[in-house]
Every structure is written in C-alpha cells, then in structure tokens.
C-alpha cells in the first residue's frame, strides 16, 4: 500500500487517486507562515504512517521521516508543521501506510483459534507451513475445498480489507496478485488472511465486526492457486515482507500447534 503527493508552493500538482484510501494527507499553506500536513484516518482500525519530506528553505517541527499509528477518528491529527526559513522555500512530501501498528504489538499468548470453515464440516489440508508449492518461509495453511464452499472467521475481529472482483486464477506466481482476500483486524493488534475466494464471494464489508465462527465469504480459486481451496494465515504488522505467526487450532478436543499436510479436519 502506497501513496504519494507532491506539492509545490510555486503551482500546486498532486496526484490523483481513483479511489478512497483508509487514510488521507492534506496540506494546509498559512500564507508564508508555515505549511501544516495532517491525517486522517476514515477506516475502522489503525494504520501506520510513514511521512518523508524534502525541504528547501524550511524546516520540520517533528524529526523525519516520521512514523506515526493513525487511528480511526472523525478529525484530523496533525503531523509536522514546516517552516519557511529563506526564500524562496519549497516542499514535496511522500507517504506510506501500512494496516495495523508497526511499532508496537503483542500477540496473545496461545490463543486458540477455530478451524476456518462451518461446523460440521470436512477438509483436507493441501499445505501447510513452509509447504514447497508457495508456503516458503511462511506460516500458514491451505485447505482443499470445493468452489462456493462456506468460510468462518477462525476468530473476531473486524474486516479491515477486501478483494472480490477477481475472476481470474492459475498455478503460477503471475496469479499472485488476482486472489480474491478478505482480512480480519484482531483485538491484539494482529490480523488474518483468507485468500482465494470466488469472484464476489464476500459476505462482509470493510468495517464490519465479525464474530469467531461467522461466515465471511464463499471460497474459490482465483490468484496463485494449483485448486480450489482456502488459504489462512495471521499476520504481525509490517513494513516489510510479511511476517506470518504460528498458530494453534481448536480440532474436536484437541489443541493442535500445526495441521499436518494431507490430513483431513472437522469442525
């Protein structure tokens, strides 16, 4: 997720977006006395902020670059105030965002999360951690289900993302980027993935809070995919390469620390 935006006190230029992001930048000139940039987060969860700037002839009133957790709020928060110090004096301005905090999360110890398909039901696990097919140096498990099959949150949370215009799927990695997604924001700062859902599969929207064991969409096989199935994981916020965390599930009596590739599990 990126943005940037530049501005210009010799002709204002930004760029244009073709739609809402969760969290927007705006500038305000207070006529030669000093330029303030603010944010302002529309979403329903937190966002880190990382804002760079390049001055000629001003200065910041915070250090920079500057990385910031924006939370949800119906005002905005001011982020730095630039200050002319000659003339003539110029500024441009990038940003980034990134889902959840950065800077600052722990995981709940040992929780136990429910198998991510309705109760009652059946499937065989085509992945797991570290799989060869597309789990390298990752955690996270796939699940062989027919298209259109049901998909429950494995835990609360809220429903930070969605892709579903996706119709579009095949074994290679040049697919990886038209799986259909729906991610849940968990109360401990961490967030699940459910990948490769059909194409309008969703049956929540961004914003939504969703209890463990809810449906949330029907599966499919759109993005990297050799078959239709579900792919699960749950994320630490990142700036970087995704950093996917192990997890426990709730399987009958049983608390098992990882699903075994080719084995078959009931809810």
């Not at 000659?86 to 441009?92: E, V």
Request: aromatic share 10%; glycine share 8%; proline share 6%.
């Amino acid at each position: 997720m990126r943005l940037s935006s530049l501005l210009f006190l010799s002709g204002i230029s930004t760029t244009a977006f073709a739609q809402q992001k969760p969290v927007l930048i705006t500038a305000t000139d207070y006529k030669g006395s000093g330029v303030i940039l603010e944010a302002k987060n529309i979403s329903s969860i937190p966002y880190t902020l990382v804002l760079t700037c390049t001055l000629q002839n001003m200065e910041p009133s915070t250090e920079l670059p500057l990385r910031k957790v924006i939370e949800p709020a119906k005002k905005k928060l001011t982020l730095t105030r630039l200050t002319p110090v000659g003339q003539p004096y110029r500024y441009t301005y990038n940003y980034r965002y990134y889902l959840g905090n950065t800077l600052s999360v722990t995981p709940t110890a040992d929780y136990v999360y429910d198998l991510p398909f309705a109760a009652g039901q059946e499937y065989a696990v085509m992945q797991g951690n570290n799989g060869a097919f597309s789990h390298l140096n990752k955690l996270a498990v796939d699940f062989s289900m027919p298209e259109g099959s049901i998909v429950c949150a494995a835990r609360a949370g809220i429903v930070a993302e969605i892709k579903q215009d996706s119709n579009t799927g095949c074994p290679t990695a040049s697919c990886k980027d038209m799986g259909n997604y729906i991610i849940l924001f968990h109360e401990d700062g961490t967030y699940a993935t459910y990948v490769h859902f059909k194409q309008n599969g969703s049956l929540v929207q961004p914003g939504q809070q969703v209890a463990a064991g809810a449906p949330i969409g029907y599966s499919g096989n759109t993005g990297w995919s050799s078959g239709p199935h579900l792919h699960f994981e749950v994320d630490l916020p990142s700036e970087q390469e995704k950093i996917t965390l192990p997890v426990k599930f709730r399987v009958g009596s049983q608390i098992l620390g990882e699903l075994q590739q080719g084995a078959r599990y009931k809810r």
